[in-house]
Each structure stands twice: as C-alpha cells, then as structure tokens.
C-alpha cells in the first residue's frame, strides 16, 4: 500500500537486538568488505522502512571468508500502527449518482487492501480544483517475522556479487543462484530464533567457529553473545575492521621488532584489504629468503611475494631498501610456528627463484633488438602493431622536443625503447611492471641516465614534480604516450562513457594536462608563450601520423573538448564562474591555473561587476549584428561620451595588451578596470542601435574593440552574476 505514515509514538515497544548470519563457503576476499557493508546497510533500509527499528538503532556489519553478518541493538517485535492517508480519485469518478461505490472505486480499493471500507469510511476533500475521495485510518504495524523475510530477501538481491554461483540444494532437484554456496541461516531476535528462510535454509542458531582452531559447530544462544562467542568458542573474529585493525597492530609491532617497516604505499592497504578477507583469525609469523636474491630488482620480489604470496616485505626505515625477510599473515595460532614459517619459506622460494631466472634470461638480449618483434604484437585491429604505436610515438615526441627547442635524439631514443620490455620474460609474468623493467633493462644496455628514466616513468599516472632539463626527456615521452592514446583511441570510437574507459582516456587528459604544469613550474614553457605546445595543433599533428581514414574527421577537436572538460573537473575547487570564464577562450593549457588566479583577483575589484555585465550586453550586441561592424571611424563620433570611451580605450589597450603578452595577466585586468566610468557613461547616455547604419555600425566597432581588449585574459562576461 503506498500511504503517508505518521508513526504512532504513545507506547513504547518492547526491543530486542537482532542478528542476522549466511554462513557460506568461502567468499571472494576482494569483495568481501564491500558485500558485508552491502549486507547490512540493505538489511537496514528494508527493516526501516518497515518501521522495525527503534529510533536510535546502530547496525553493525560483520563478514568473515566463511560469514556475512549484521547485529541491529534495537529492533521491534512488530512495528507500531500507522496512521494513513490515501487519496484515491476524483468524486465524480469514485461514486455514482446515489452515492454507491463505482466499479473504478471497487477496483482501487481492493488494490490497496481496503476493500472493507465503505463510503461512510471515506473522506471527501478539495484539492483545489476538484472533489476527492480519501480513505484515512489506521494501519497495524508489520510484524518483524514477515518483516524480516521481506529484508533478507531484499539484502540478497541487492548483493553486488562479482560473478554468480548457481548450485544445487539437497533435495537434489531445487537450484539457487548465490555468490558462494550458503549452508546456514541464523536469526535471532534477542535468544529467539525468528523462523525466515532464504537460499532453501530455514533460520535457526547453529554456525561454525573457525576451520581448523574450533570444533566447528556452534550454537548462538542470542543475538547479543554472538560476537563473543564466535572468538571464545570459535576462534573467529567476526568484525572485518577489527581484524583488520588486529592484523595492521601485528604487523607494525613485528616490523618494528625486526628494525623495518611495511611501507606506506598504497599496495600496503591493499594487500591488508585482502588478507583480512582471508583470515576469521590472524597471526602473524616472520620469514626470511635467501639474501642473494636481492640482486634481484626489488619490484619483483614486492610484487612476486604481494601478488603470489599474499606476504608483507619489510624494507630499511632510514633508506627504503628492501629486505629479505617478510611477514605471513597465517589463519592459525600455534605455540609453534616453525613448519608454518618453514612452509612458507619453501613456496616462496621457486617463486624468487622464478623471479631470478626472468631477470637473468631477460637480461641476455638487449632491449633495443626486441623493438623489431613489437611487429607481431597486436596493439588495436583498428590502429596496428605496438611497432606502429611506438614509430608514431617517436614522431609525435620529436616534434614535441623542437617544439621545446631541445635535442630530440633522447627522447626518439626513449620513445623507440619504451615498449621494447612489453615481449620480455618478467612482463609477460608481471604486466605490472611495464616500464620498471625496460627501465633496468635499459640501464643494463647502458643506455643514457635520462633515457632509463624516460621508460621508468612512461606509465606514472601524473607528473607531480616541475619539469628540469634533466627530467625533460621523460616529460616528453610521457605527453607523446598521451597524446597518441587519446587521439588514436577517441578516433575510432573508443570513447568513455559512464564509468567506462577501458583505455584510461580520462587519465591520459589528466596526466597531459599535469604535463603542461610541470613545464610551466619548471620554466620550461614561459607563462608569457602563447604558441609552443599549443593543444590544438598538438593534436593536430598527432591525428596526421595515423593512416588515412583511420581517425574519424572530429577527432581533434573532440579530443581537445575532452581535455579541456577534463580540466574543469579538476578545477572544482576554483570559483565556477572564474574557471568557465578562462577555459571558455581554450588558452594554452600550462597558462590556465594563472589565468584562474588572475581573473579571481580581478572579480574582487570594485569594477568587477559592472564591467562584467557590460561585457555580456556587448557580446550580446554584437551576436545581433547584421555583419563585421569593420574598422572604427573617429569622424563618426559625436557624443562626448563616445569619443571618452575611445580616448579611454586608446589610452589603456596597448599597456593592457603589453601586459597580456608579457603573461601579466593579473596586471592586464587590472589596467582594464580602467576603463569602468568611461565604458559606464557611454552606456548611459549613447545610443547604439541608432537609425543611421554608419553611426550604429561605428558604436559596435567601438564596443568590439573594447570587446577584444577585454577577452584576453578570460571572457568576463562570465563572471555577471
């Protein structure tokens, strides 16, 4: 029934906690923390929408590898009455002549289960424009039985499940569908079971405790004990964050007793995201590998010993240098620990040794003789082979470097070895370290410091430091990468949309768009150079090292919208009006951030406000007009206002515009506030759209070029409130 409810408080019902558990096989550790939130917060809503909880009640969600769970502390045995309003239909519509119910009436009423009610029961009122019939009483409280079987079937359904079991129950004939196969429901309100079924169980009070450190069944005597119970009788810490919490404590404490630390970045809470997933109760245990396999880069051991073994390696507080020792989050507390540690060591070991002997074969061929087999590497169907990829990554870097004014011998270098590690041993196993490895590689070949480091940073995600003549090299290898995926993916149609990107074009804009920050931060791209780099012709010659016909005829300029909105996005902390008044003139990308300062500067001046609205009349003016008004004629002139505004703009356009090309664009707007009183009077007491053509054409070419003064910068206009 869809009603208005008003909860009636005058009683207060008695409340009882309430516990809700699947126990299941085990769950998949990347999703778990987020089904046991999904769990619970559906569970939630469902219950209070039923009005089944008490004002005030917490939910705490509970998920272990082999449970999802929620504990309510207050909750109803039946929620209380409601007090209901229901407007059913127009008078004319509902009852007849003499007052007896239409079938229409009939039929709505028995739709909302209020077939009962006669027309004495029911309310006549005017909405205003008609007569309507209203039926208004009381309605009893759902009971939390039925109420918490609607719940669990809408907490199920809900479930963002990753990929969808579907397994057979008992009766050896019924299939349900599910994350993992379930084999037990509880529910229980205080001690009491509350018979709910779902996934072919009925709801009672058994679970298990942990799978090796337990006897394994268990029987919650309340919804209060549950917790308490499951890590004294059954060695299973239920809550996700307090093992979490346990299992960081652990480790930091462990770390610490050895002289090293975990690291801080953010691989470190992922892999804590998922070992807790992995554990109903942690331990952690220290183990060692043979140290010479530290000749090893450390990026494969990390991530070999991360991705494989799930163990956490310790690095020199004071250097960061990796360790030979790591630590195994282990599912078992044992008095001794040897064959645990000892077991671990022993799988670790062929996985280092893997590691080694990928390192070692790799190292044997020099990078730049795998460049020819990137040929038989498909890159798209629609855009050919990475060796196609990588010659036009050259050819886009190389015009980039004369653009710069710079040697390009070093970064067609780097842009020719950049993919080269893509058909080696190590990536072919770890496609993560695309870039770390040919980077060693590299070096190993003795290729030159700023080359190796041009390969080691292609894939950063942004460039976050300004840009010297020693890093120069990488940030133009990092724009050429940029620039082709955008262009080479956006032109056959690969474009994001929603939440997918499947070629990371909004992090290829973001990183391009960090490109031009850094060169400006590092002094590398003058904020007074309006030409070099400019976005447009960037793309431009990008698109043309493609074939013909590959990319589709809007490509540049889509991509150039696509970057420039990008950039709006990430200037949200910036006053809107200031930032869609600069990127509405597309300016060269590393003099927007000045520009934003510079325009926010001049809307807190006096003359802000008024500029900016005769700023928007003139554009709108001059979009009305017939034509080009053309070249201003001084013979022309015949209000004193008129010839003021022209001596005005005479008088401060050129230090305005000296001051634009000198990128003090701060002191550019400001020279033009300048022009405030006289532009102020002109439109006061001049008349622009007068009869005379040459006259009316005149006083427009006049406001264009005050127009033109104006709009340099940003386009003020915009900042009219």
Same mark, same amino acid.
């Given at each position: 029934?869809?009603?208005?409810?008003?909860?009636?408080?005058?009683?207060?019902?008695?409340?009882?906690? &309430?516990?809700?558990?699947?126990?299941?096989?085990?769950?998949?550790?990347?999703?778990?923390?987020?089904?046991?939130?999904?769990?619970?917060?559906?569970?939630?809503?469902?219950?209070?929408?039923?009005?089944?909880?008490?004002?005030? +009640?917490?939910?705490?969600?509970?998920?272990?590898?082999?449970?999802?769970?929620?504990?309510?502390?207050?909750?109803?045995?039946?929620?209380?009455?409601?007090?209901?309003?229901?407007?059913?239909?127009?008078?004319?519509?509902?009852?007849?002549?003499?007052?007896?119910?239409?079938?229409?009436?009939?039929?709505?009423?028995?739709?909302?289960?209020?077939?009962?009610?006669?027309?004495?029961?029911?309310?006549?009122?005017?909405?205003?424009?008609?007569?309507?019939?209203?039926?208004?009483?009381?309605?009893?409280?759902?009971?939390?039985?039925?109420?918490?079987?609607?719940?669990?079937?809408?907490?199920?359904?809900?479930?963002?499940?990753?990929?969808?079991?579907?397994?057979?129950?008992?009766?050896?004939?019924?299939?349900?569908?599910?994350?993992?196969?379930?084999?037990?429901?509880?529910?229980?309100?205080?001690?009491?079971?509350?018979?709910?079924?779902?996934?072919?169980?009925?709801?009672?009070?058994?679970?298990?405790?942990?799978?090796?450190?337990?006897?394994?069944?268990?029987?919650?005597?309340?919804?209060?004990?549950?917790?308490?119970?499951?890590?004294?009788?059954?060695?299973?810490?239920?809550?996700?964050?307090?093992?979490?919490?346990?299992?960081?404590?652990?480790?930091?404490?462990?770390?610490?007793?050895?002289?090293?630390?975990?690291?801080?970045?953010?691989?470190?809470?992922?892999?804590?995201?998922?070992?807790?997933?992995?554990?109903?109760?942690?331990?952690?245990?220290?183990?060692?590998?043979?140290?010479?396999? &530290?000749?090893?880069?450390?990026? +494969?051991?990390?991530?070999?010993?991360?991705?494989?073994?799930?163990?956490?390696?310790?690095?020199?507080?004071?250097?960061?240098?990796?360790?030979?020792?790591?630590?195994?989050?282990?599912?078992?507390?044992?008095?001794?620990?040897?064959?645990?540690?000892?077991?671990?060591?022993?799988?670790?070991?062929?996985?280092?040794?893997?590691?080694?002997?990928?390192?070692?074969?790799?190292?044997?061929?020099?990078?730049?003789?795998?460049?020819?087999?990137?040929?038989?590497?498909?890159?798209?169907?629609?855009?050919?082979?990475?060796?196609?990829?990588?010659?036009?990554?050259?050819?886009?870097?190389?015009?980039?470097?004369?653009?710069?004014?710079?040697?390009?011998?070093?970064?067609?270098?780097?842009?020719?070895?950049?993919?080269?590690?893509?058909?080696?041993?190590?990536?072919?196993?770890?496609?993560?370290?695309?870039?770390?490895?040919?980077?060693?590689?590299?070096?190993?070949?003795?290729?030159?410091?700023?080359?190796?480091?041009?390969?080691?940073?292609?894939?950063?995600?942004?460039?976050?430091?300004?840009?010297?003549?020693?890093?120069?090299?990488?940030?133009?290898?990092?724009?050429?990468?940029? &620039?082709?995926?955008?262009?080479?993916?956006?032109?056959?149609?690969?474009?994001?949309?929603?939440?997918?990107?499947?070629?990371?074009?909004?992090?290829?804009?973001?990183? &391009?768009?960090?490109?031009?920050?850094?060169?400006?931060?590092?002094?590398?791209?003058?904020?007074?150079?309006?030409?070099?780099?400019?976005?447009?012709?960037?793309?431009?010659?990008?698109?043309? +090292?493609?074939?013909?016909?590959?990319?589709?005829?809007?490509?540049?300029?889509?991509?150039?919208?696509?970057?420039?909105?990008?950039?709006?996005?990430?200037?949200?902390?910036?006053?809107?009006?200031?930032?869609?008044?600069?990127?509405?003139?597309?300016?060269?990308?590393?003099?927007?951030?000045?520009?934003?300062?510079? +325009?926010?500067?001049?809307?807190?001046?006096?003359?802000?406000?008024?500029?900016?609205?005769?700023?928007?009349?003139?554009?709108?003016?001059?979009?009305?007009?017939?034509?080009?008004?053309?070249?201003?004629?001084?013979?022309?002139?015949?209000?004193?206002?008129?010839?003021?505004?022209?001596?005005?703009?005479?008088?401060?356009?050129?230090?305005?515009?000296?001051?634009?090309?000198?990128?003090?664009?701060?002191?550019?707007?400001?020279?033009?506030?300048?022009?405030?009183?006289?532009?102020?009077?002109?439109?006061?007491?001049?008349?622009?759209?007068?009869?005379?053509?040459?006259?009316?054409?005149?006083?427009?070419?006049?406001?264009?070029?005050?127009?033109?003064?104006?709009?340099?910068?940003?386009?003020?206009?915009?900042?009219?409130?």
């Amino acid at each position: 029934m869809s009603m208005r409810h008003d909860t009636n408080s005058d009683m207060q019902p008695q409340t009882r906690p &309430l516990l809700i558990e699947l126990f299941t096989e085990e769950l998949p550790p990347k999703a778990l923390q987020r089904l046991g939130q999904s769990f619970a917060d559906a569970l939630r809503s469902s219950l209070d929408q039923q009005h089944l909880l008490a004002d005030g +009640c917490t939910v705490r969600p509970l998920a272990t590898p082999r449970r999802l769970a929620a504990v309510f502390d207050a909750v109803l045995r039946q929620a209380p009455e409601q007090h209901y309003t229901e407007k059913l239909m127009p008078v004319r519509i509902g009852l007849t002549e003499d007052r007896q119910k239409t079938p229409a009436l009939q039929k709505k009423l028995q739709a909302k289960g209020l077939e009962e009610l006669s027309v004495d029961d029911l309310v006549i009122e005017s909405d205003g424009k008609q007569e309507y019939l209203y039926a208004r009483g009381v309605a009893p409280g759902i009971a939390l039985q039925p109420g918490l079987q609607k719940a669990l079937e809408h907490a199920i359904q809900q479930l963002p499940i990753p990929k969808v079991m579907r397994y057979q129950l008992a009766d050896g004939v019924t299939s349900v569908r599910f994350v993992r196969p379930a084999h037990g429901l509880i529910a229980l309100w205080g001690d009491e079971v509350i018979p709910v079924s779902a996934l072919g169980l009925q709801a009672g009070r058994h679970t298990e405790g942990h799978r090796f450190m337990s006897e394994g069944a268990l029987e919650i005597t309340s919804a209060e004990a549950y917790e308490k119970q499951l890590l004294e009788e059954g060695a299973v810490v239920a809550g996700f964050e307090t093992r979490r919490a346990d299992i960081l404590q652990q480790l930091q404490k462990q770390a610490a007793a050895l002289g090293a630390t975990i690291g801080d970045d953010p691989e470190v809470e992922a892999l804590l995201d998922e070992v807790t997933a992995l554990v109903e109760h942690p331990t952690v245990y220290t183990g060692e590998f043979d140290p010479a396999f &530290l000749r090893v880069p450390p990026e +494969c051991l990390i991530l070999t010993m991360r991705l494989n073994q799930k163990y956490f390696p310790l690095f020199e507080p004071e250097t960061g240098k990796l360790t030979h020792r790591f630590l195994i989050v282990s599912n078992m507390r044992v008095a001794d620990p040897t064959h645990i540690i000892e077991g671990n060591q022993r799988v670790v070991r062929p996985r280092l040794a893997d590691a080694q002997f990928f390192f070692e074969t790799d190292r044997s061929t020099r990078l730049e003789e795998r460049v020819g087999q990137l040929a038989t590497s498909v890159y798209h169907n629609k855009l050919g082979s990475v060796l196609q990829r990588v010659e036009r990554i050259r050819r886009i870097a190389g015009h980039i470097a004369g653009q710069l004014g710079t040697d390009a011998s070093a970064a067609d270098r780097a842009a020719l070895l950049a993919k080269a590690d893509l058909n080696s041993n190590m990536v072919g196993e770890f496609p993560e370290l695309q870039g770390i490895m040919g980077a060693y590689y590299a070096e190993g070949d003795g290729e030159a410091p700023e080359v190796v480091e041009a390969i080691r940073n292609q894939y950063r995600i942004r460039l976050d430091a300004p840009v010297t003549s020693a890093s120069l090299t990488s940030a133009i290898l990092f724009m050429a990468e940029r &620039l082709e995926v955008l262009v080479g993916i956006w032109g056959i149609g690969l474009v994001p949309t929603g939440e997918r990107d499947p070629y990371g074009l909004r992090r290829a804009a973001l990183g &391009l768009i960090s490109a031009y920050e850094q060169l400006a931060a590092g002094g590398l791209l003058a904020i007074n150079d309006h030409q070099t780099l400019r976005l447009e012709s960037l793309l431009e010659f990008t698109a043309s +090292c493609f074939e013909p016909g590959t990319l589709a005829e809007d490509t540049t300029d889509a991509v150039a919208g696509f970057v420039y909105e990008r950039y709006r996005n990430q200037l949200s902390i910036h006053d809107r009006n200031v930032v869609d008044a600069v990127l509405s003139l597309a300016p060269p990308l590393h003099q927007v951030l000045a520009r934003i300062h510079a +325009c926010a500067a001049f809307a807190e001046l006096p003359e802000a406000e008024s500029l900016a609205s005769a700023n928007k009349r003139i554009t709108n003016l001059l979009k009305k007009a017939d034509s080009d008004p053309g070249e201003v004629d001084p013979a022309l002139y015949s209000e004193a206002a008129e010839k003021a505004l022209a001596n005005r703009i005479l008088e401060i356009a050129p230090v305005a515009q000296q001051q634009f090309e000198a990128g003090e664009f701060s002191a550019s707007l400001a020279t033009l506030a300048g022009t405030r009183a006289a532009v102020d009077d002109f439109f006061n007491d001049v008349m622009i759209m007068v009869d005379d053509p040459a006259v009316r054409r005149n006083r427009l070419a006049l406001l264009q070029k005050l127009h033109q003064s104006m709009n340099q910068v940003a386009d003020i206009s915009r900042l009219a409130q």
